[in-house]
């Protein structure tokens, strides 16, 4: 009984390993680098909503619809008449 008590707990242990972040804690200069990261992904978000509000989007990038798991519909090609 004990030997499956001891199991159980090591398993458990083993399935919670590392998915929590890093086992670390990061250096001054990869605080620095995060967050210098994030405020760049944040301008460039707040960029794209204020393009979008606009109307003006890149041709480069496609349109994406703002709640995740809804997809556009697909545009039919046109056919030329001959």
Same mark, same amino acid.
């Given at each position: 009984?004990?030997?499956?008590?001891?199991?159980?707990?090591?398993?458990?242990?083993?399935?919670?390993?590392?998915?929590?972040?890093?086992?670390?804690?990061?250096?001054?200069?990869?605080?620095?680098?995060?967050?210098?990261?994030?405020?760049?992904?944040?301008?460039?978000? %707040?960029? $794209?909503?204020?393009? @979008?509000? /606009?109307?003006?989007?890149? &041709? *480069? !990038?496609? #349109? %994406?619809? $703002?709640?995740?798991? @809804?997809? /556009?519909?697909?545009?039919? &090609? *046109? !056919?030329? #008449? %001959?």
């Amino acid at each position: 009984m004990r030997r499956l008590v001891v199991a159980m707990l090591v398993s458990v242990w083993l399935l919670g390993c590392g998915l929590k972040g890093p086992l670390y804690l990061p250096t001054p200069e990869q605080e620095r680098e995060m967050a210098e990261r994030k405020k760049r992904l944040e301008e460039r978000e %707040q960029r $794209e909503k204020q393009q @979008q509000q /606009q109307g003006q989007m890149s &041709p *480069q !990038q496609p #349109q %994406q619809s $703002e709640q995740p798991g @809804q997809s /556009q519909p697909a545009q039919q &090609p *046109q !056919q030329s #008449q %001959q």
